[in-house]
Every structure is written in C-alpha cells, then in structure tokens.
C-alpha cells in the first residue's frame, strides 16, 4: 500500500506485528553482541559499527526521503556534514552557499586550511553563478531555502549540472524537512540532516543524518561513521524516533503560523523587511511554489532601529524565547550577527525567527509588544 508522508512518519520502523509485540521499538543498551567465528551478514558485533535501535530511525527517514536503503544516523548534524565532507579530496574544490549554517562554512573553511581544498561560494538562488562554479568541483553542497536569508534553489537544476559533470551533490533538508522537499527526486546524491531541528523536533537531542541516493554512496558513509566514531546514543535515536512521529502535524502547524505572521509583520508598522517564500513578493516565492510542499517555518525580520532595535526586539519578548536552533516546538528568536562569524553580508538586524506549536494569536501579541518596544 502506497502512504503518504504525513502517514509513514507514524506508520514506518515498527516491531514486526505479532500477539503481544511491543508497539514501539525497544531501547537496548548493548556495546557488544554475542559473537564468535566468522561475522554473517546482517549480524550485530559491536555498537560503533551499529546497532538496532538506530534502524526504526533510519528505515523512517530513508522512506521520507525516497531512499532505497537506510539512512545514516550521526551524533550531530555536524558529523553528517563532515562525513559528506569527507568525500573532497586533498587539493579538491568545494562549492558551498554564501548564506548557510556557519559551522558548515567553517568547516569549508577548515578543509581549504588542512587540505588544500578550495573553497567556492556561491548565491544558491543564481543559478547560472551556481552552475559556473561547479565546473572542476568535487562536491557541491546546497542549502534551499538558505540559512538565514531563506534563499531558494533551483535544486532540480542545480543537481542536474551537477549530475552532468561528475560533480557529487548534497543538500542540507533540515529547513524544508523531507515532507517539504525530497532532494534526491530531484536528483541529488546525498542529503544531510541536523536532526536535533525538526526531526526531532523538541529541543531536548543533538542529532544527525546522511541519506543516500545509492546503496554504495550509503556503505561508505556507513564506514566514514564507523571509523571516525561519531555515533549516537540509542536513547537519543530513540527519542528523535518518538519526535518524528508528529512531524507532520508540527510542520503544517508552525508553515500556516509562520506564513500568517510574514503576512502580518509585512504590514507593520516597526518592520522594515520580512523575507519569508509565503510571501507573494518574496524573491524566492515563485521558485518555492513550484518545488516546495510549503514554504518552511523560518522567518526573516528586519524591524525599524537597525541592529539595536533588533536587540531591543529580543529583549521584550516573553514568550518567544531568546536562543539559538530552530526547529522545536517552542518559538525562538534570535539576531543573526550577533556572531561575529555570520556573513557580512547578512544584515546587521536580521532576526532569524523559527516559528513553532504554539497559538499563532499568542505568538503574534507578543511579537507585536516585543516591536513596540523599539524606541
Ligand atoms: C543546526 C544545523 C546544522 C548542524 O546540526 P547540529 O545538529 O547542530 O550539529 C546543519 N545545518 C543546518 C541547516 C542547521 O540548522
């Protein structure tokens, strides 16, 4: 029987039905099996190499993504970078957005120091700058929509100039969610994921994930986290197993608040600037409309005050809280340069807002008083 998404985040990676099965999968804490002789295929040995209660969560998200085999799950969504990191070679050229999550380009950054690898940045929403730059490249990695400027991709164009000149591809999914978007349809070969945001959804674990297109693109990344030991706790995949399981209902709840929201804080009075692709005007909307189920629950806000008056935004809020992440069922906020790392070229009072559970009316009174406050 052919699901859809919003049913097999419920439905996937459950204990085969039997009289008195459990319902949920079981925890096991187990560093080593039982074991002797020659290792048969399919058997457990040790816990770094893998370990069943990781395998709901990896049959769930590979199912999302349209992946014929399970996905990979890391310990962080940063171990999933580095582990498709890994795939540059020494003196290789990496093209990366110019607008993305900072510790990636950090880590780009890190990788153009220790190994040589040049570094190419691009604005993912020029598609022709994007497909120049990918001639001689070794992988590149997207994001769509941007972290934090909420630019859109053409991914499916993207992917296919990738495709055609050999060049490995990788999307970053964790703002639009695999019920948002599925990169590899659209032919990408691998797609990362910081778990610790909407997958899990709860602010409580940090999490990854690598899915991949091919069954040996997913044994080698298999094999990146064997060695280089970034594995996660079962209890943590465990809880983000539990967190999927409304993913469905939290994204289609914190879309129609967070388009709400664009639509009004567009019109107020203290707002200078929303970028979010809901709104009609948005650069990336057309682009969004087309490739997207929705368009995401990340907002960006520039009030009135430049910097300041985006502080003083963060500062008067009460029920929005004042942090870092995105993702969770509680709504945040947070001023982008307040990190001197964050690009030049992300306004100085860019407020990254992620919108989640909460009554949208709520969310809206608070913001409102939060913008009033500005002097
Ligand atoms: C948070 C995040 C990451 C890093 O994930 P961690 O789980 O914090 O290591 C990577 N990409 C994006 C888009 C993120 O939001």
Not at 121 to 132: G, I, L, M, W
Not at 160 to 177: K, M, P
Request: include cysteine; hydrophobic fraction near 45%; charged fraction near 20%.
């Amino acid at each position: 029987m052919q699901l859809s998404p919003s049913t097999v985040v419920v439905a996937a990676g459950r204990p085969a039905r039997a009289q008195g099965a459990p319902v949920n999968p079981p925890v096991v804490l187990s560093s080593t099996y039982v074991s002797q002789g020659i290792q048969q295929p399919g058997e457990l040995l040790y816990a770094r190499m893998d370990t069943e209660t990781w395998h709901p969560f990896e049959a769930v998200l590979a199912a999302l993504e349209g992946a014929a085999q399970p996905a990979v799950v890391f310990s962080s969504g940063m171990a999933a970078i580095a582990a498709v990191f890994a795939f540059v070679p020494v003196g290789g050229t990496v093209v990366v957005p110019r607008h993305a999550y900072q510790a990636t380009l950090g880590f780009a950054d890190d990788l153009a120091k220790r190994a040589d690898v040049r570094v190419v940045r691009v604005d993912v929403a020029d598609t022709e700058q994007v497909v120049a730059a990918l001639d001689g490249a070794s992988l590149v990695l997207l994001e769509s929509p941007t972290n934090p400027m909420l630019e859109v991709a053409d991914l499916p164009a993207l992917l296919a100039a990738a495709r055609e000149r050999g060049v490995l591809s990788a999307v970053d999914n964790t703002f639009a969610t695999p019920l948002g978007q599925q990169p590899l349809a659209h032919g990408a070969d691998l797609v990362v994921h910081s778990v610790t945001k909407y997958l899990a959804g709860h602010s409580d674990v940090v999490l990854g994930a690598v899915v991949a297109s091919t069954d040996d693109l997913a044994q080698r990344v298999r094999s990146h986290r064997t060695t280089h030991g970034a594995v996660p706790g079962p209890f943590e995949v465990w809880l983000a197993l539990r967190g999927l399981r409304t993913l469905a209902l939290r994204v289609e709840r914190s879309q129609t608040s967070a388009a709400e929201l664009a639509r009004r804080l567009a019109q107020h009075p203290k707002v200078v600037e929303v970028r979010h692709p809901s709104l009609p005007d948005d650069p990336g909307h057309d682009r969004a409309a087309r490739l997207m189920i929705g368009f995401g629950s990340i907002l960006g806000v520039r009030p009135v005050g430049g910097a300041a008056g985006a502080d003083a935004v963060v500062a008067a809020v009460r029920l929005w809280v004042p942090a870092t992440s995105l993702g969770g069922v509680e709504s945040c906020l947070e001023r982008r340069r307040r990190y001197p790392t964050e690009s030049p070229t992300v306004p100085e009072d860019l407020l990254r807002l992620s919108v989640g559970i909460e009554d949208v009316e709520d969310l809206w009174r608070d913001l409102d008083q939060a913008l009033r406050a500005i002097r």
